[in-house]
């Protein structure tokens, strides 16, 4: 069962154009996280947000925590070609060690 | 710094054959997961560790047994490899605050 999806699956996109990805799920969760993953390697964590309403800024890159919990958006001001990769979201919930993974954004920015 | 550390990178195996994946971290870290990943499913929990001599069931652990009996590795291992479970492999630890840290993935072919 997958408790977590992530929106759009692919997107393709032109240098400079801004962006959003999405990641819902029907449950609530303690913390989320985002991940970041290139060809031939493992996701790389980017931020971890944890109260309702949360916004964090990473350089152009922008997350916010649904009120509710149950969902976050990334979103990429003026996309680079160093953006391109695997984006993952993370649900975590509070007494466990253990993280749902979404379905993953793939996105491709093209110079 | 090494981090985690996943050997081999890639393994092909044929139907029946047993292996074992092998993950090794150096930060001292408690909790130690393997997953798998396969294309639109994004990360999916094998198995899990919160501490030395202990192991524990994630989403899919089916046809995998894993060992942590030294707090710096933890082994996974196929009795009986079917193709079903081709897939990446990628080994993560974490300390308190779950930031996971990954490895870099095995890549396995099961003929």
């Known amino acids: 069962t997958q408790l977590l999806e992530q929106s759009p699956q692919f997107l393709s996109i032109q240098e400079g154009e801004n962006l959003t990805v999405y990641c819902n799920s029907s449950?609530?969760?303690?913390?989320l996280q985002w991940y970041r993953q290139e060809p031939g390697e493992g996701p790389v964590l980017l931020v971890t947000?944890?109260?309702?309403?949360e916004v964090k800024k990473l350089k152009r890159l922008t997350f916010q925590f649904g009120d509710a919990r149950k969902d976050s958006s990334l979103h990429i001001t003026a996309a680079q070609t160093g953006d391109t990769g695997l984006y993952l979201c993370?649900?975590?919930?509070?007494?466990?060690?253990?993280?749902?993974f979404g379905t993953g954004t793939r996105l491709k920015v093209l110079a | 710094n090494a981090g985690v550390t996943q050997t081999p990178k890639f393994r092909v195996l044929k139907t029946g054959q047993s292996m074992t994946l092998l993950c090794a971290q150096d930060?001292?870290?408690?909790?130690m997961y393997w997953y798998r990943q396969d294309p639109g499913m994004g990360l999916r929990l094998i198995h899990y560790?919160?501490?030395?001599?202990?192991?524990a069931k994630g989403e899919v652990p089916d046809g995998y047994n894993v060992s942590r009996l030294k707090k710096q590795n933890f082994l996974l291992g196929l009795e009986s490899a079917a193709p079903s479970q081709t897939s990446v492999y990628f080994c993560?630890?974490?300390?308190?605050?779950?930031?996971?840290?990954f490895g870099a993935g095995t890549r396995l072919s099961v003929l």
């Open positions: 993560a630890s974490s300390e308190v605050g779950n930031i996971q840290y």
């Open positions: 449950s609530v969760f303690s913390s």
């Open positions: 947000v944890v109260t309702g309403g």
């Open positions: 993370a649900g975590g919930r509070s007494g466990t060690y253990k993280y749902i």
């Open positions: 930060m001292n870290h408690e909790y």
């Open positions: 560790s919160v501490g030395e001599g202990t192991t």
